[in-house]
């Protein structure tokens, strides 16, 4: 009985990998844009004003790019590799974003240099019913591998 049970568990377990490999999450919007992250505004992080800190927006921005760039690399069927950034460029505040607000931080290739990528980062809100771009840049991620003690950019599409 506890052998069956047991069959029937891991059979599930394995029947959810399996599912899971061959159909990956929706993820990408009808404009193509990757949904990166997904996140509630929480009070702990406002400002005097009370609405968000913009660090803690670009600190989200950073991470989904990074999220978005990794997808990005790996759909072109480049070799996974470390990212560090290098840039954050045309940050715009459009509105302020508060304490409650459900905020999706979308990501779009802007362009695959040599060992560089860069993302288009929007982050928008639903506000009355329809999404409210709130704030977008552009970040650029180097693909490094650590080379005697230093991390050095090495190709984005894998060895030349
Ligand atoms: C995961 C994290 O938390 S990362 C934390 C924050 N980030 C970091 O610590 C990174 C610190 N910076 C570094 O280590 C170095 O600057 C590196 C490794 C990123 C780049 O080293 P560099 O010697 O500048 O490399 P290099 O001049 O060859 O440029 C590498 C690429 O970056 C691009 N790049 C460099 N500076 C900029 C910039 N200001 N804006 C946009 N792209 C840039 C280059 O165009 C090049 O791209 P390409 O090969 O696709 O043409």
Sequence with gaps: ?????????????NNYIVTNKASPPMTVDKQGRYLATKITMMPRDTNPHG???GG????????SG???AR???RK?????????????????FHHPVYV??????????????????????TVEA???????MLTEADVTYVAVQLIDGERRPVPIRGAE
Excluded: K
Excluded at 56 to 63: F, N
């Design 71 to 73: 997808y990005s690399i």
């Design 51 to 53: 609405t968000i800190f």
């Design 1 to 13: 009985m506890i052998i069956m049970a047991v069959c029937r568990l891991t059979l599930r377990f």
């Design 56 to 63: 803690v927006i670009l600190s989200h921005i950073d991470q």
């Design 76 to 92: 072109e069927g480049f070799p996974d590799c470390a990212l560090v950034t290098v840039a954050m460029n045309r940050v715009e």
């Design 100 to 121: 409650g607000d459900v905020v999706s931080f979308y990501s779009h290739v802007e362009r695959f240099g040599r060992t560089s990528i860069t993302v288009h980062v």
């Design 66 to 68: 990074a999220i978005g």
């Design 126 to 132: 639903e506000r009355d019913g329809s999404a409210l």
